[in-house]
């Protein structure tokens, strides 16, 4: 039997599974819904699907209303373009058009033409030039970002000049940068703290919290997460390689605690221990791993910056400046002949 899930792009509010009959009354009553069943590639618009064309024969698309001044509809994206450079350290370069704004984090430019303008604002910046929502909404937008690891600020960079220039952001430590666009995944990801790189302006970066203790506690993520909303381009950066998963509705996977990466908000997270006590103490996994029920999709990374750090931490040098690892068995006075030196 197929099974139909609803998400409403302007509330985020999901529905499902329904079956055939439920799923033809959803979509007469919500006909600007996204859906997607087994088989689909990815949530697709209501009035796109064959299966609801009964569901909004009479109904045409809402007309919205001129916006004074020809300011960009609230809730749209710039439409940028891009292309990532690099394998192991890479970055993605973006191209603007007079008026065109991109957002990245603080510290993540690379370089950029010199008609584009950076102005650092505060939050995340995706209601600039929309009215701002006022100091309040300002103030809840940078708090949320405080919250998932970023900065209060946001730097924003607008092409003022003609024709066509770039500007470039690069990834803090080796891995992947991932172009997606929101608007082909029901509006909404949901990503480990510190993934997001850049966008497009109108982007909102926010948080999803962990409602599950145990999740929280021992997902590997915490209990705060990011949350991209939007229907423009993100670019978010993993470690190592990465590797997309798509489940199927009650699908699961099992994942190390610090490998998930990103996921639609259609998937479900949770915990579970990793067998027994001796799988426990010397598995070398922790106590729990991560498990992950579809349907939507999963993106996974191969080197959480977490575990990264751990080995570099180890091979550093420790306490009384004793090196561990690489050098001679003779210790200090070898290291003097092979070169593996602190001076």
Excluded at 168 to 178: I, W
Excluded at 207 to 231: A, P, S, V
Aim: hydrophobic share 40%.
């Amino acid at each position: 039997m197929i099974q139909w899930y609803f998400v409403s792009p302007g509330t985020g509010n999901r529905v499902g599974p329904l079956d055939e009959d439920a799923a033809q009354a959803h979509a007469q009553r919500n006909p600007g819904d996204q859906c997607w069943r087994e088989g689909l590639g990815g949530w697709q618009p209501v009035r796109a699907m064959p299966e609801f064309a009964s569901a909004h024969t009479d109904m045409p698309p809402p007309v919205l209303p001129p916006i004074p001044g020809g300011a960009k509809p609230r809730g749209r994206s710039d439409e940028i373009d891009y292309r990532i450079v690099g394998n192991d350290m890479p970055f993605v370069e973006v191209e603007l058009d007079p008026g065109e704004s991109a957002i990245a984090e603080a510290g993540a430019l690379m370089y950029k033409d010199a008609s584009v303008q950076m102005d650092t604002v505060f939050g995340d910046g995706s209601s600039s030039g929309q009215g701002g929502g006022g100091f309040m909404g300002k103030l809840l937008s940078a708090g949320k970002r405080v919250l998932t690891g970023e900065s209060l600020f946001t730097t924003m960079f607008t092409h003022q000049g003609t024709g066509k220039a770039k500007v470039a952001f690069a990834a803090p430590y080796p891995g992947t940068v991932l172009a997606m666009n929101l608007s082909e995944h029901g509006g909404r990801l949901i990503c480990q703290k510190d993934s997001f790189l850049a966008g497009a302006r109108g982007v909102s970066v926010g948080i999803h919290l962990q409602r599950k203790i145990l999740t929280g506690l021992f997902g590997g993520e915490g209990f705060i997460m990011q949350k991209l909303e939007g229907d423009g381009w993100v670019f978010v950066h993993a470690g190592g390689t990465l590797v997309e998963r798509e489940l199927k509705a009650g699908e699961r996977i099992d994942v190390d605690t610090g490998c998930v990466m990103a996921y639609h908000d259609t998937v479900s997270m949770d915990v579970q221990a990793v067998g027994g006590i001796k799988s426990m103490l010397f598995g070398g996994e922790g106590v729990f791993l991560a498990t992950l029920t579809g349907p939507g999709k999963v993106w996974l990374q191969s080197l959480p910056f977490s575990r990264m750090a751990g080995r570099m931490l180890a091979a550093a040098p420790q306490a009384g400046g004793q090196n561990r690892g690489e050098g001679s068995v003779l210790g200090g006075l070898g290291r003097l002949l092979d070169g593996d030196n602190n001076f």
